[in-house]
């Protein structure tokens, strides 16, 4: 039954992370590309969206918890139970250090949780791809689907942080059009850190997309 439940669940944050993702992409291209809008209007919708993208961080760890307990539990990995439960206790205390994070974004200890967030993903990154390099070189541990599926998994993160860079240009031209106003030279540099961020998101999709398929067919 608890096997069930977590595949049902795994399965439905797929659908969770891909409509965050576009609810979040669609009110950002709003705001790129409406300059008639007043600004405060611009920016109220720009709070939105990093409210809206809080539910793709969600999605993320809960991906990551469930999935851990998953393999645990099919005996992919060793522990069943016990990796399973140790899993969902690290999601949940990744997960409540997120909000928690957000709620202090503006004051120095949210800048610090940031920071130590995002060093969480790197190293989280770097060991879900070599568990999944080593499972295709050895092929004595983890089948080679899952491989290839923990390798994807690490691209859809390291996709995620380079979202996350591209919004962080869109603020240093947020900035500057809040100080002195709107240009076309401004609102074509918004655009432009709008495109290469889809298209970031572009290629986090396709690893989503290869990681359902990988856990449909096990090829």
């Known amino acids: 039954m608890l096997l069930d439940v977590l595949l049902v669940a795994h399965i439905v944050g797929l659908g969770y992370w891909l409509g965050s993702e576009l609810v979040i992409n669609s ?30 961080r969600y999605a993320l760890i809960f991906q990551l918890g469930t999935g851990t307990a998953l393999a645990a539990l099919y005996g992919y990995i060793p522990g069943g139970g016990t990796v399973a439960a140790i899993a ?50 050895t092929a004595q541990t983890l089948p080679p689907w899952l491989g290839w599926k923990l390798i994807c998994f690490a691209g859809v993160i ?5 979202i996350r860079y ?4 869109f603020y240093r031209t947020w900035a500057k059009i809040r100080a002195t106003g709107s240009s076309d030279e401004l609102e074509a540099e918004i655009r432009h850190i709008y495109f290469y961020g889809t298209a970031i998101l572009v290629g986090l999709w396709v690893f989503i997309f290869v990681i359902a398929a990988l856990s449909v067919w096990k090829p």
């Open 27 to 56: 009110t950002y291209r709003y705001v790129c590309y409406t300059p008639s809008l007043p600004f405060e209007e611009r920016n109220k919708l720009m709070d939105h969206t990093l409210h809206v993208d809080q539910h793709v």
């Open 88 to 137: 969902g206790a690290a999601a949940v205390t990744w997960l409540a250090l997120v909000e928690i994070t957000h709620r202090l974004r503006v004051a120095p200890l949210g800048k610090s949780l940031a920071a130590f967030d995002r060093g969480l993903r790197y190293v989280v990154m770097v060991t879900v791809a070599g568990v999944g390099i080593n499972a295709l070189a």
């Open 166 to 169: 591209s919004i962080i240009d």
């Open 158 to 162: 390291l996709c995620g942080v380079g």
